[in-house]
T-cell receptor
Framework: GAGVSQTPSNKVTEKGKYVELRCDPISGHTALYWYRQSLGQGPEFLIYFQGTGAADDSGLPNDRFFAVRPEGSVSTLKIQRTERGDSAVYLC??????????????FGPGTRLTVL | GENVEQHPSTLSVQEGDSAVIKCTYSDSASNYFPWYKQELGKRPQLIIDIRSNVGEKKDQRIAVTLNKTAKHFSLHITETQPEDSAVYFCAAHSLGVTGGGNKLTFGTGTQLKVEL
């Protein structure tokens, strides 16, 4: 079946602009995660949704970052007033559940964000 | 919060040799430890995982061991092939700010190069 998909694959924007990044999880997966990966580093947790609600947003770096998942499927990560330091690959992952079983996370291809 | 350390950062082996990558974690409550393989410009792919009630798991040429007392886990790849060349990340499941959740904390990655 189809895996996690993300759009756009690449996004170039100017400092100060607003961007939205979209994630389509695997069908039927109730848990969705956003991570950020800088060059040469491992993915860094941003936020996790169980259904429609953000169960843990402790990884969001500041209030310029916000994410929604209004219908419990597609999620959008929103970044306001972008800064050059926001440049990274933004990865989305989903898992069947968030329980201690069936919690294997499968990643999307990522969105490469470049802030000029 | 959880802290995961990974060694070595780079590893070069001859085709057919074994490769071992080691990780340590800090949170004794962590109970799920996946390993991801990431090729250049691609998404992280789950290759094997282990849960805290198991000490070892094997899948063909790949095995993972877990020592909960020492809080370390290792990836073993036998009979390495050129297509094993990639960056490998270990991760540990950690509890969220509310005591629940399902976020992964990643190591910094190991660049494995299998030479002919």
């Amino acid at each position: 079946g189809a895996g996690v998909s993300q759009t756009p694959s690449n996004k170039v924007t100017e400092k100060g602009k607003y961007v939205e990044l979209r994630c389509d999880p695997i069908s039927g997966h109730t848990a969705l995660y956003w991570y950020r990966q800088s060059l040469g580093q491992g993915p860094e947790f941003l936020i996790y949704f169980q259904g429609t609600g953000a169960a843990d947003d402790s990884g969001l770096p500041n209030d310029r970052f916000f994410a929604v998942r209004p219908e419990g499927s597609v999620s959008t990560l929103k970044i306001q007033r972008t800064e050059r330091g926001d440049s990274a690959v933004y990865l989305c992952a989903s898992s069947l559940t968030a329980a201690s079983f069936n919690n294997e996370q499968f990643f999307g291809p990522g969105t490469r964000l470049t802030v000029l | 919060g959880e802290n995961v350390e990974q060694h070595p950062s780079t590893l070069s082996v001859q085709e057919g040799d074994s490769a071992v990558i080691k990780c340590t974690y800090s949170d004794s409550a962590s109970n799920y430890f996946p390993w991801y393989k990431q090729e250049l410009g691609k998404r992280p792919q789950l290759i094997i995982d282990i849960r805290s009630n198991v000490g070892e798991k094997k899948d063909q040429r790949i095995a993972v061991t877990l020592n909960k007392t020492a809080k370390h886990f290792s990836l073993h790849i036998t009979e390495t092939q050129p297509e094993d060349s990639a960056v490998y990340f270990c991760a540990a499941h950690s509890l969220g700010v509310t005591g629940g959740g399902n976020k992964l904390t990643f190591g910094t990655g190991t660049q494995l190069k299998v030479e002919l």
